[in-house]
């Protein structure tokens, strides 16, 4: 949809100002991120957001997602938190739109009821993205880890699958 992005464009730094003043506030978590940072991750976030609005392709999501998921993991963040930072763009966009499409001439209701109809898909798509790749990076990790357990156990000549554990 050709006007949306053309309202992310011309509205990006709008947007990421309001954001970055309510993710800290919505979200505890995000007091712990530097503001630059949070600005960092919020362009980011946008330009793949966009990305994925105007062609329904998400590879520049999954590509910021693999970072953003070993990022936020190492920090000790809490999926629940991250999701809460993408429905934001949403709840912050919607007031945004809701005004533009107030002075269109004609049915603005329809265009803004098409228009976050449009908002919704695309930002619960991201999240199932988002989640996807974070289980994906924890199953990596985890497949690492026993790895790392398996062969240290062969180096000390331990073979656990001859150990059976019984709980009584």
């Known amino acids: 949809m050709i006007e949306l992005y ?10 990421i100002t309001a954001l970055l003043a309510r993710i800290p506030k919505d979200v505890p978590a995000y007091s712990r991120v530097a503001r630059n ?21 998400d590879d520049s999501q999954r590509t910021y997602f693999k970072f953003l998921a070993k990022v936020r993991v190492s920090q000790s963040f809490q999926v629940g938190d991250i999701i809460h930072k993408q ?5 912050t966009t919607r007031p945004m739109v809701q005004e533009k499409f107030r002075e269109h001439p004609g049915d603005g209701l329809a265009l803004f009821n098409k228009a976050m109809d449009v908002l919704e898909r695309t930002t619960f798509k991201s999240c199932a993205t988002y989640l996807e790749v ?3 990076y924890l199953k990596s990790r985890v497949d690492e880890h026993g790895e790392y357990v398996d062969e240290e156990n062969k180096q000390l000549g331990v073979d656990m699958s001859k150990f059976i554990l019984f709980r009584g």
Not at 43 to 52: G, P, W
Request: charged share 20%; net charge negative; aromatic share 10%.
């Open 6 to 15: 053309n309202f992310f464009e011309n509205n990006k730094t709008q947007l």
């Open 37 to 57: 940072d949070l600005k960092q991750s919020l362009e980011y976030l946008l330009e793949a957001y966009t990305d994925l609005l105007v062609t329904g392709e």
């Open 87 to 91: 429905l934001l763009i949403m709840a």
């Open 134 to 136: 974070h289980n994906q």
